[in-house]
C-alpha cells in the first residue's frame, strides 16, 4: 500500500508538473511576444522622430529588474550589438557574446520576410528574433529592416517557484493519503482483519461434536452475521451429530434385541454391521466383519449334496427385490460349526426409491430341523413296521398303523374310538400290564405275553 502511494504521487506529481509548466512557458511566450512589439514599435518610432527621441540606450536596462531576463539587444546585420541592456555588450559580435544567438536571424532575406516571433529553445530559453527599421524614412517609403532586436529569457527562474509550490502541494497531497491510508488500515484491521482472523481461528479450533465457542465480534455488520451464521451451523451441525448418534444407538439396540442374526451390506456386497446373533453363528466378530465381502462370512450350501446356493443379500442387491433361501441350508461358521439356517434378504432403498445396501435376516433352525427329519423317519418306520398303536394320557387310542389296523379287522375310525385298558387288551392280568397302560410314573416300558380280541370275535395271541 505504501508503494502503491508514492507511486501514485509520483505519477500524479510528475503530470501536475509538465501541465502547469506548459502553462507558465505559455504566458511567457505571450507575455514577452507582446513586450517585443511594443520595444520594436517605440524603437522604430523614436528614430523616425528624430534625434531627441532616438535616444533609447536607457530603454533595455529597464528591463534588468526582470527575473529570468539574459540579453536584450539590437544588432546590426553585421552582428555588431549596438545598444543592450548590458553595456559591456555594447559593440561586440553577437555571434561571440550572445550564447545560443542564431545568425541566419540576420539575413537579409530573412529580415525582410519575418514578422517576429518567440519561440521555446531545448535549454529552456526562450528567444526572440524582431526586424527593425533604424534608418529614417525618405519620402514617405519605408526602408527595409536594417536590424534585429534580440530576446534571450532564461525560464528556471519562472520553474523553480512552481517546483517549490508543486513539491509542497505533493507533500501535503502524500500526507494527506498516507493518514488517510493509515486510518483507513487501523479501521480495516479492526473492524475487517481482525474480526475475519476470529472467525477464522473459531473455525480452524472446532470440532463436530465440541461445544461452540462464540466469536468475540460485536456490533451488526456484515462479519458479525457471518460470525453468528457460523455459530448457528456449528450448533445445528452437533444437533445432527448427536441426533445421527441418537439413531445410531437405537438402530444398535434394535438389531442386539433381535433374536435373528441380522447382515447389512452395502451397495457392493460388504458388510456394514452385524448383530450378536449373527456374530454368534457366523463366528466372525463386529470388527472382524466390518467391510469383509459378505460371501466370506455368509456363504450357504446345500446339506444334501453339499452344492453351493446363490447369497440370498446379493441376489436382492442384483435383483431389487426380496429374496428366500432354499431348503436345506447351512452354513459352516468361522470355527467350523455347521448350522441348518433359514434365510431372508431384501434391499434397502433410500428417500429416492435407489438401492442403498441390503438387510439379510437368518436363524438357526439345526433343532427344528433334526426334530423334522426324525419325525419323519418315524413316521416312515410307523407306517412300514409291525402293528402299532399309540394312546394319550387317559389311555385313548389316537393313532393306529395299517398293520395293526390289519391285524384287528377294525377300521380306522372303529379303532379311535377304543381304549387301551378294556377295550383292546384283554389280558390286562399280564404282570406289569395294567400298570404300564394307566402310566404308572415308575413304569417306562412293558414286554411280555398278552392277547386281543380281533373284531370277529376270535382271541388273538401277542407278544
Same mark, same amino acid.
Not at 523614436?46 to 533595455?60: K, S, W
Not at 517557484?161 to 486510518?183: C, D, E, K, N, S
Given at each position: 500500500?505504501? =508503494?502503491?502511494?508514492?507511486?501514485?504521487?509520483? !505519477?500524479?506529481?510528475?503530470?501536475?508538473?509538465?501541465?502547469?509548466?506548459?502553462?507558465?512557458?505559455?504566458?511567457?511566450?505571450?507575455?514577452?511576444?507582446?513586450?517585443?512589439?511594443?520595444?520594436?514599435?517605440?524603437?522604430?518610432?523614436? !528614430?523616425?522622430?528624430?534625434?531627441?527621441?532616438?535616444?533609447?540606450?536607457?530603454?533595455?536596462?529597464?528591463?534588468?529588474?526582470?527575473?529570468?531576463?539574459?540579453?536584450?539587444?539590437?544588432?546590426?546585420?553585421?552582428?555588431?550589438?549596438?545598444?543592450?541592456?548590458?553595456?559591456?555588450?555594447?559593440?561586440?559580435?553577437?555571434?561571440? =557574446?550572445?550564447?545560443?544567438?542564431?545568425?541566419?536571424?540576420?539575413?537579409?532575406? @530573412?529580415?525582410?520576410?519575418?514578422?517576429?516571433?518567440?519561440? /521555446?529553445?531545448?535549454?529552456?530559453?526562450?528567444?526572440?528574433?524582431?526586424? /527593425?527599421?533604424?534608418?529614417?524614412?525618405?519620402?514617405?517609403? @519605408? &526602408?527595409?529592416?536594417?536590424?534585429?532586436?534580440?530576446?534571450?529569457?532564461?525560464?528556471?527562474?519562472?520553474?523553480?517557484?512552481?517546483?517549490?509550490?508543486?513539491?509542497?502541494?505533493?507533500?501535503?497531497?502524500?500526507?494527506? %493519503?498516507? %493518514?488517510?491510508?493509515?486510518?483507513?488500515?487501523?479501521?480495516?484491521?479492526?473492524?475487517?482483519?481482525?474480526?475475519?482472523?476470529?472467525?477464522?481461528?473459531?473455525?480452524?479450533?472446532?470440532?463436530?461434536?465440541?461445544?461452540?465457542? &462464540?466469536?468475540?465480534?460485536?456490533?451488526?455488520? &456484515?462479519?458479525?452475521?457471518?460470525?453468528?451464521?457460523?455459530?448457528?451451523?456449528?450448533?445445528?451441525?452437533?444437533?445432527?451429530?448427536?441426533?445421527?448418534?441418537?439413531?445410531?444407538? @437405537?438402530?444398535?439396540?434394535?438389531?442386539?434385541?433381535?433374536?435373528? =442374526?441380522?447382515?447389512?451390506?452395502?451397495?457392493?456386497?460388504?458388510?456394514?454391521?452385524?448383530?450378536?446373533?449373527?456374530?454368534?453363528?457366523?463366528?466372525?466378530?463386529?470388527?472382524?466383519?466390518?467391510?469383509?465381502?459378505?460371501?466370506?462370512?455368509?456363504?450357504?450350501?446345500?446339506?444334501?449334496?453339499?452344492?453351493?446356493?446363490?447369497? &440370498?443379500? /446379493?441376489?436382492?442387491?442384483?435383483?431389487?427385490?426380496?429374496?428366500?433361501?432354499?431348503?436345506?441350508?447351512?452354513?459352516?461358521?468361522?470355527?467350523?460349526?455347521?448350522?441348518?439356517?433359514?434365510?431372508?434378504?431384501?434391499?434397502?432403498?433410500?428417500?429416492?426409491?435407489?438401492?442403498?445396501?441390503?438387510?439379510?435376516?437368518?436363524? #438357526?433352525?439345526?433343532?427344528?430341523?433334526?426334530?423334522?427329519?426324525?419325525? @419323519?423317519?418315524?413316521?416312515?418306520?410307523? #407306517?412300514?413296521?409291525?402293528?402299532?398303536?399309540?394312546?394319550?394320557?387317559?389311555?385313548?387310542?389316537?393313532? !393306529?398303523?395299517?398293520?395293526?389296523?390289519?391285524?384287528?379287522?377294525?377300521?380306522?375310525?372303529?379303532?379311535?374310538?377304543?381304549?387301551?385298558?378294556?377295550?383292546?387288551?384283554?389280558?390286562?392280568?399280564?404282570?406289569? /400290564?395294567?400298570?404300564?397302560?394307566?402310566?404308572?410314573?415308575? !413304569?417306562?416300558?412293558?414286554?411280555?405275553?398278552?392277547?386281543?380280541?380281533?373284531?370277529?370275535?376270535?382271541?388273538?395271541?401277542?407278544?
Amino acid at each position: 500500500s505504501l =508503494a502503491m502511494l508514492v507511486f501514485v504521487t509520483l !505519477v500524479w506529481g510528475t503530470i501536475d508538473y509538465h501541465d502547469r509548466r506548459a502553462q507558465v512557458e505559455a504566458r511567457a511566450l505571450d507575455g514577452w511576444h507582446r513586450s517585443m512589439l511594443r520595444i520594436q514599435n517605440l524603437l522604430e518610432t523614436g !528614430v523616425q522622430g528624430g534625434p531627441e527621441t532616438a535616444r533609447m540606450d536607457g530603454l533595455f536596462t529597464l528591463f534588468n529588474d526582470t527575473p529570468g531576463l539574459r540579453y536584450l539587444a539590437t544588432i546590426e546585420t553585421s552582428a555588431r550589438i549596438i545598444s543592450a541592456n548590458r553595456r559591456g555588450l555594447l559593440g561586440q559580435s553577437a555571434q561571440t =557574446a550572445l550564447p545560443g544567438f542564431d545568425l541566419q536571424a540576420l539575413r537579409t532575406d @530573412r529580415l525582410a520576410t519575418q514578422t517576429g516571433s518567440v519561440r /521555446l529553445d531545448p535549454d529552456g530559453h526562450i528567444r526572440g528574433y524582431y526586424p /527593425l527599421t533604424l534608418a529614417r524614412l525618405a519620402a514617405a517609403v @519605408r &526602408p527595409p529592416p536594417d536590424a534585429l532586436l534580440y530576446l534571450d529569457f532564461d525560464t528556471a527562474g519562472l520553474l523553480a517557484p512552481l517546483q517549490h509550490q508543486l513539491l509542497r502541494q505533493t507533500g501535503i497531497f502524500a500526507l494527506v %493519503t498516507f %493518514t488517510g491510508l493509515l486510518g483507513a488500515m487501523l479501521l480495516a484491521q479492526r473492524y475487517v482483519s481482525r474480526p475475519i482472523a476470529a472467525i477464522t481461528r473459531a473455525v480452524r479450533e472446532f470440532h463436530p461434536g465440541s461445544p461452540v465457542i &462464540p466469536v468475540p465480534i460485536t456490533g451488526r455488520g &456484515p462479519l458479525n452475521r457471518l460470525a453468528k451464521a457460523f455459530e448457528k451451523g456449528a450448533r445445528s451441525l452437533n444437533d445432527s451429530i448427536v441426533e445421527i448418534e441418537r439413531r445410531e444407538n @437405537r438402530l444398535a439396540s434394535i438389531l442386539e434385541s433381535i433374536g435373528d =442374526a441380522v447382515i447389512i451390506v452395502d451397495t457392493r456386497g460388504c458388510i456394514e454391521r452385524l448383530n450378536a446373533a449373527a456374530a454368534s453363528l457366523t463366528g466372525w466378530s463386529r470388527e472382524a466383519s466390518q467391510g469383509r465381502a459378505v460371501t466370506e462370512i455368509f456363504a450357504p450350501f446345500n446339506v444334501l449334496d453339499h452344492s453351493d446356493l446363490p447369497n &440370498p443379500a /446379493l441376489e436382492a442387491l442384483a435383483q431389487g427385490s426380496l429374496v428366500r433361501l432354499a431348503n436345506h441350508a447351512a452354513i459352516i461358521s468361522r470355527d467350523e460349526r455347521q448350522h441348518q439356517i433359514a434365510a431372508t434378504a431384501a434391499p434397502i432403498r433410500g428417500p429416492d426409491t435407489r438401492i442403498e445396501g441390503a438387510v439379510l435376516v437368518f436363524q #438357526d433352525v439345526s433343532e427344528a430341523y433334526a426334530l423334522r427329519e426324525a419325525q @419323519r423317519i418315524a413316521a416312515v418306520a410307523f #407306517d412300514t413296521g409291525g402293528p402299532q398303536l399309540v394312546a394319550d394320557k387317559l389311555g385313548r387310542i389316537i393313532r !393306529v398303523n395299517q398293520a395293526a389296523l390289519d391285524m384287528g379287522g377294525y377300521s380306522r375310525q372303529e379303532m379311535l374310538q377304543f381304549r387301551l385298558i378294556g377295550d383292546i387288551f384283554i389280558g390286562q392280568e399280564s404282570p406289569g /400290564l395294567r400298570d404300564f397302560l394307566t402310566g404308572k410314573p415308575d !413304569v417306562n416300558a412293558w414286554s411280555g405275553p398278552t392277547w386281543w380280541r380281533h373284531k370277529n370275535g376270535e382271541q388273538i395271541n401277542l407278544w
